[in-house]
T-cell receptor, first 114, second 116 residues
Framework: SQQGEEDPQALSIQEGENATMNCSYK?????LQWYRQNSGRGLVHLIL?????REKHSGRLRVTLDTSKKSSSLLITASRAADTASYFC??????????????FGTGTKLQVIP | DTGVSQNPRHKITKRGQNVTFRCDPI?????LYWYRQTLGQGPEFLTY????????KSRLLSDRFSAERPKGSFSTLEIQRTEQGDSAMYLC??????????????FGNGTRLTVT
């Protein structure tokens, strides 16, 4: 089952523009993670934001987290053709039992046109 | 750190045959996940291990699927009596967990299964 849902499903922008992707999730979380996947490859971790953080930056990436709305956004600034990929959010949920599994959203397919 | 390794990269099999995939995680990682991904979808959770213990198996998985992680090192995922609906990319990931701290997941490049 998918825990998160990304929006939009697909996004096409010109090189140099900013790209914003949104993620909504359902349960309380320890942290939320964003991953990138190039076609036919495994996923690569981009950035992790903990439940007590509201914003985090890494290079051209900016992630925000609103736990009251159970949503997060990923902003890629000054996009490049090499940013073309699918982007997924993943949630690490809180369970009182101690064990938890990371589950993924449905993804946003980003195309950056040179 | 040589990363997560999955073998084979591709597997083509006939319906009804059994297949087995292998995953070698990052050696310091104690948690290992298996996911399945179909075209245009996100990774779907199958099962995961902490050391050699299998903590959870998806309710969506039929009894034809079984996974092991002997000695808490590499893991195998076996699918018996394959069906065409099993065609997908099978992804393995590993992470380090201590208490409430979970590191991000490190993924292998997956095994693409095609059932004809």
């Amino acid at each position: 089952s998918q825990q998160g849902e990304e929006d939009p499903q697909a996004l096409s922008i010109q090189e140099g523009e900013n790209a914003t992707m949104n993620c909504s999730y359902k349960t309380s979380i320890n942290n939320l993670q964003w991953y990138r996947q190039n076609s036919g490859r495994g996923l690569v971790h981009l950035i992790l934001i903990r439940s007590n953080e509201r914003e985090k930056h890494s290079g051209r990436l900016r992630v925000t987290l609103d736990t009251s709305k159970k949503s997060s956004s990923l902003l890629i600034t000054a996009s490049r053709a090499a940013d073309t990929a699918s982007y997924f959010c993943a949630t690490d949920p809180i369970f009182s039992g101690g064990y938890q599994k990371v589950t993924f959203g449905t993804g946003t397919k980003l195309q950056v046109i040179p | 750190d040589t990363g997560v390794s999955q073998n084979p990269r591709h597997k083509i099999t006939k319906r009804g045959q059994n297949v087995t995939f292998r995953c070698d995680p990052i050696s310091e990682h104690n948690r290992l996940y298996w996911y399945r991904q179909t075209l245009g979808q996100g990774p779907e959770f199958l099962t995961y291990f902490q050391n050699e213990a299998q903590l959870e198996k998806s309710r969506l998985l039929s009894d034809r699927f079984s996974a092991e992680r002997p000695k808490g090192s590499f893991s195998t995922l076996e699918i018996q009596r394959t069906e065409q609906g099993d065609s997908a990319m099978y992804l393995c990931a590993s992470s380090f967990t201590e208490g409430v701290y979970n590191s991000p997941l490190h993924f292998g490049n997956g095994t693409r299964l095609t059932v004809t």
